[in-house]
Each structure stands twice: as C-alpha cells, then as structure tokens.
C-alpha cells in the first residue's frame, strides 16, 4: 500500500475531526519495517491501532492486509536509507500536513540498520563501509531531525526510540562498522535529551539495546570465518545455547519499554536493565 493508501481508521478519523471531538490515536513512524523484528514490531503496533508509517526499502502486501482487518490506517514508503536526504523534506511535508490535533501521541522508531560485510577495517571496501554507515547513524539523525522540526507545535506527546546494541558499549574486531554507529547512536540520543529536556513539551528519547535476537544479522555473524571474525563462537554459542530471542518477543518488550512512565528517564538503555 502505498503513501495514499487508506482504510476504515483513516474515514474514521476524519468524521471524528468533523465532529470536533478529542481524538485519541497514536501516530508511529517506523523504519525498517519489513524484517526481523521490525516486521514484528509493525504487525505488533497495527494490531493496537492508529496511524502507522513504515519506511523500509520495499513494501509488504500482508501489512496492509493485516491493517484492515485491524482497521488501521497504514502507509507505506519504500525508500533506500542510505540515501535519507532524499527523504527527508517529504516527511517533513507528510508530518505538517497532518490536521492539528489529530494524535495521542507521536513517535518516532529508528530500527533499520545495515550490517557491513564482517572484516578487519583495514579490509573494509567504501561501496559496503558507507551505506552502513549512512543507514544506521545518518538516517536515524536526519530523520530525527525532521521529525522534532515537525512537529514541534504539537501538543501531543512525542518520542524518539532508537533501537542501538550492546556493540555500542562494547568492542569488537572486525565489527568497526556496526559499533561506531550503535556508540554514535547512542551518543547523540544524549545529546538530544539534553536539547529537549530544556523545552516545553520536549520531546522523550531513548537509544535502546534490544538483547540478541534470533535474525539474518545473526546468521551472517554465525557464518563468518573465525579468521576474519574472532568472536563467531560466541555467536554461534547463543544460538546452540537457546539464548536468542525470537523477532516477536523481543518486539514485545521493545514496544513495552516505550510504554514506560518512565521513558527517556535514561536515554541509553538495555531492555535487560
């Protein structure tokens, strides 16, 4: 379903604005809606209902099945993250287009992410190093930016929640990629805390660590050469072990830490705090 694409909620919401009434629905942005765990999450928060915008790099036919029979609005951008500044000015349009009033709340869910081929960085190649570095830290940045500028006359509530990983806060070889971005994620979700905390009606953020879940990344971190990638068998020792979870569960817990009191209290955070 494409950016025009509407269901039952949409008609809904627009009577209900007619009518001058309080509306009370979510509005969620999400990338990276088409995989892992973000699939979940999208499948997950259409079946609580409001407005869903998923940018990921194609569509998905059963979301939009999956929102009418939940009588969901749900819109659907296909867009390559690596090259975000080309996406920005319309979401920025798509964001002050909407009536006035019109959300609960609105947050914003930085999850796409791309893993760079496992190597040492003296071995990394510019044409796989940069989407990965654009995807996950460039994108989340200007997107977030975009959005807070958006919205920022807005009474309703608004949150920003980036999914990071412990490879963030933690080292490891042949992983320079991936690590940069979660630390530069979570260095500049602080950062933004900072900033919104020093405004009315700023903005809630939080840069969080999912656990390790049972996806593709995973598979290619298990498949690499133990003599490009020293740390495969602790990899491989999560999967033999049982300690992945699985995409749905650990959406669960994600979408649980949103609804938090105390979302953004920390602005970096482990979902196994």
Known sequence: ???????????????????????????????????????????????????????????????????????????????????????????????????????????????????????????????????????????????????????????????VLNISSGLGRRAMASQSGYCAVKAGMDHFTRCLSLEEAALPNGARVCSLAPGVIDTAMQVQLRGTDAARFPDVGNFIGLKDKGLLASPEAAARQVLAWLERPDFGANPVADVRD
């Open 1 to 159: 379903m494409g950016a025009g694409g509407r269901f039952s909620l949409q008609t809904a919401l627009a009577a209900t604005l007619a009518d001058n009434r309080t509306m009370t629905h979510p509005l969620t942005i999400l990338t990276g809606a088409t995989r892992g765990m973000g699939r979940a999450m999208a499948s997950q928060l259409l079946r609580a209902g409001g407005v869903l915008l998923c940018i990921s790099r194609g569509t998905d036919a059963t979301l939009a099945e999956e929102a009418q029979r939940a009588g969901a609005v749900l819109h659907q951008w296909p867009h390559d993250l690596s090259q975000p500044q080309a996406l920005t000015p319309r979401l920025r349009q798509w964001l002050a287009a909407q009536p006035a009033g019109s959300f609960s709340h609105a947050t914003l869910i930085n999850n796409a992410a791309l893993l760079p081929p496992i190597a040492p960085l003296r071995d990394a190649e510019d044409d796989a190093l940069v989407p990965a570095l654009r995807v996950g830290l460039e994108a989340p940045m200007l997107l977030t930016a975009a959005f807070l500028a958006a919205t920022r006359g807005w009474a309703a509530q608004r949150r």
